[in-house]
């Protein structure tokens, strides 16, 4: 539990008993304001645990302190949290243990924010929340009421009894779904470009919404989750890793790379089947010519080849295909390439595949399993996905 220089700061100790009386354990980490607030040692009397101050614990002790702290913490809360300790927490500044601790820690945080009606609306304030949220942060809003300065408004810290409940909420959901603990899932997303000259390239549709709905699922299931993304233009979220591979060949080498040390691949994303032989230098000039050929080569499937590199990873392809002999196709796909199940989507159908925040999908496999789902949003449709994926890997034999 994170406490910051704020006057709801004293409430945070009834935060505090409440959560010993639903039987958690706590271990508190106060940032220098706030220890002007509330002296530190009422935290550890009440925790029994020492409380966390400083970047460098005591100074004989060896070890990373920011680290040491998160060990074994299933969530993480910061209650009150100050406008500076949100606005640091959305850009991400780690200068003191508690911002260190958010940055390090990799399982759920929520957010009490408190503070004066003004900040709390400042625009600042707002665009910093969104961030958060966009992060995957739960915030829990605070009150209308009378605040400690005299005036009313939004901003005051929600009742102790409001913040345990979304706490309880947010840690039942993550341990419900901690299936993927351990796994390290290997997705790529979004469009690859194929440069025709400098500036103009051939393209596609696909917006990486699903393989971010997948991403943020798997690692909310606990996994380590590896994103290979082509041209994707939404906000990256915490606790994924990045890598840019802008078309096929940088796909291709950026999973190669990552396949060997992955338990899943998921290949969501949308790689050109055919790519100019060779990129004009410079920008072509259309007044040398009335009509434009250019010659196309085939890439290289990806899945197919790692597939054939397959160690034990579970794989999963997607088959976005347009009619009605597309299942038929994405059947076959997947017995060619070998591959554990394929989740078709039909970008002909009104709500799936591309762009929008909805899929219909049908997931094939694994086995003789074929389960054709209803329209649903991509994050839903993420989990269908892992939930059909997650025994696979509990199958696997146990590496060495
Ligand atoms: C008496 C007093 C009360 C304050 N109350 C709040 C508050 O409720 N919320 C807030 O965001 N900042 C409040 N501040 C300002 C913060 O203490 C200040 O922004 C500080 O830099 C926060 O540091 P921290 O985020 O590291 O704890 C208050 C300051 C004072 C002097």
Redesign the pocket.
């Known amino acids: 539990m994170g406490v910051?220089?704020?006057?709801?700061a004293y409430k945070s100790l009834d935060v505090l008993r409440m959560l010993q009386r639903h039987g958690h354990g706590v271990s508190v980490v106060m940032?220098?304001?706030?220890e002007r607030f509330v002296g530190s040692a009422s935290f550890a009397a009440l925790s029994q645990r020492e409380v966390g101050t400083s970047m460098f614990g005591d100074a004989d002790q060896p070890g990373y302190h920011h680290l040491d702290v998160n060990e074994g913490k299933d969530l993480m809360l910061i209650a009150?949290a100050?406008?500076?300790?949100i606005a640091q927490m959305a850009s991400g500044f780690a200068s003191?243990l508690l911002t260190s601790c958010y940055l390090a820690f990799r399982g759920p945080v929520v957010v009490a924010p408190?503070?004066?009606t003004s900040?709390w609306l400042h625009p600042a304030t707002s665009r910093n929340i969104e961030t958060l949220r966009a992060d995957g942060v739960h915030l829990v809003e605070p009150e209308s009421g009378l605040l400690a300065d005299g005036a009313v408004g939004p901003g005051r810290l929600a009742e102790p009894s409001s913040i345990v409940a979304a706490l309880e909420a947010v840690l039942g959901a993550s341990q419900a779904r901690n299936d993927l603990a351990g796994v390290k899932v290997l997705i790529s997303a979004g469009g690859t470009r194929e440069p025709i000259d400098a500036v103009r390239y051939v393209g596609n549709r696909s917006s990486g919404r699903m393989g971010w709905a997948l991403a943020a699922a798997a690692r909310d299931r606990g996994a380590e989750v590896v994103m290979v993304q082509a041209n994707v233009d939404l906000p990256r979220e915490g606790g994924i890793r990045y890598i840019d591979a802008p078309t096929a060949a940088a796909m291709r080498d950026a999973c190669r790379a990552e396949f060997p040390s992955c338990d899943m691949l998921i290949m969501c994303a949308a790689v050109a089947d055919y790519r100019p032989v060779a990129a004009a230098d410079g920008k072509l000039d259309k007044s040398k010519a009335d009509a434009l050929t250019v010659e196309m080569e085939r890439t290289t499937d990806i899945l197919a080849e790692l597939a054939a590199l397959r160690d034990d990873q579970v794989l999963i392809g997607f088959a976005a295909e347009h009619g009605p002999e597309g299942l038929e196709r994405a059947r076959g796909k997947r017995t060619r390439k070998a591959v554990d199940m394929v989740v078709h989507n039909d970008a002909a159908t009104e709500g799936a595949a591309f762009e929008g925040p909805d899929n219909v999908v049908t997931i094939i496999g694994p086995g003789e399993s074929e389960a054709a789902l209803p329209r649903m949003s991509k994050r839903e449709c993420a989990e269908r996905i892992l939930d059909a994926a997650c025994p696979l890997v509990d199958a696997r034999p146990v590496r060495a």
């Open positions: 910051t220089g704020g006057i709801a940032t220098h304001t706030a009150p100050s406008a500076n300790t003191n408190a503070m004066n900040m």
